[in-house]
């Protein structure tokens, strides 16, 4: 716990993190007001209440995932920058175990991507259901749950690879560019290639986006969940290993 307490002071102490939360989450809220008014307004008529309480949370985590970029360079930062200060040294004195350190930053900033998802969705859901409210959305339908799990798992998951890589490549650009290559480019390229949906479904934003109604299922919910939590796991357990390994 002491660990623990040690990286959330170091993060909360850091103008790059409150940058990072602040660029995230307002520009999420944003969009999500913008998103779920245009989604809203091209409803049909006819679209029952609960119909509607659906689509208000399909359209809330939308806006929620635009949050995952930012977060997951908030990841690289916390670790990168220790690196390029020479502060690392410093926290490995006060802190001799490598794995422990690690683990307590992906604790740390797995919290506060949950607390900047709850921060993002809950307005975000409260003001699609007042657009909405000529609908008569119900209470959200259990379906809904899938894409809130997806959508909270996604933003943990973007900010745990983000530390995973800053600790592997030690250097906040490069971290940033493979992070960018794996959450974009390389799923975007997959869309348009012939057989790229059988990459997709190894990368995690596929699998997210699937979970958030945005594509079409090419696997059951459980399995794009176990991917997800597949990129939040395993790149810092590799993390964990080549950081006990290197002086």
């Not at 977060?71 to 040294?89: D, F, K, R, V």
């Not at 379906?143 to 996604?154: D, I, P, Q, S, Y």
């Not at 998951?157 to 600790?167: E, R, V």
Request: proline share 6%.
């Amino acid at each position: 716990m002491n660990a623990v307490a040690a990286e959330w002071i170091k993060l909360r102490t850091l103008r790059s993190t409150w940058w990072a939360l602040g660029v995230g989450v307002l520009t999420a809220l944003a969009l999500t007001a913008l998103g779920a008014s245009t989604v809203i307004s091209r409803w049909a008529p006819g679209r029952t209440g609960e119909q509607a309480a659906m689509g208000i949370v399909v359209a809330d985590y939308v806006g929620v995932v635009l949050a995952q970029l930012p977060l997951g360079m908030l990841g690289t930062m916390s670790i990168s920058g220790e690196y390029a200060s020479g502060m690392i040294n410093t926290t490995f004195v006060a802190t001799p175990s490598r794995s422990r350190v690690l683990l307590a930053k992906a604790a740390v900033l797995a919290a506060i991507a949950v607390a900047a998802s709850l921060v993002i969705a809950i307005p975000g859901y409260l003001y699609g259901h007042a657009v909405a409210s000529r609908f008569g959305p119900t209470l959200p339908p259990a379906g809904a749950w899938a894409v809130v799990g997806g959508g909270t798992l996604m933003i943990v998951m973007t900010t745990l690879l983000g530390l995973a890589l800053g600790a592997i490549f030690r250097n906040g650009v490069v971290a940033v560019c493979v992070l960018m290559l794996l959450m974009v480019l390389v799923p975007f390229a997959g869309l348009m290639l012939p057989g790229g949906e059988v990459v997709n479904r190894i990368l995690p934003g596929y699998p997210a986006l699937q979970l958030i109604e945005q594509l079409p299922d090419i696997m059951p919910d459980a399995a794009a969940f176990a991917v997800l939590g597949a990129w939040a796991v395993v790149p810092l357990l590799i993390a964990v290993l080549a950081n006990e390994r290197v002086s």
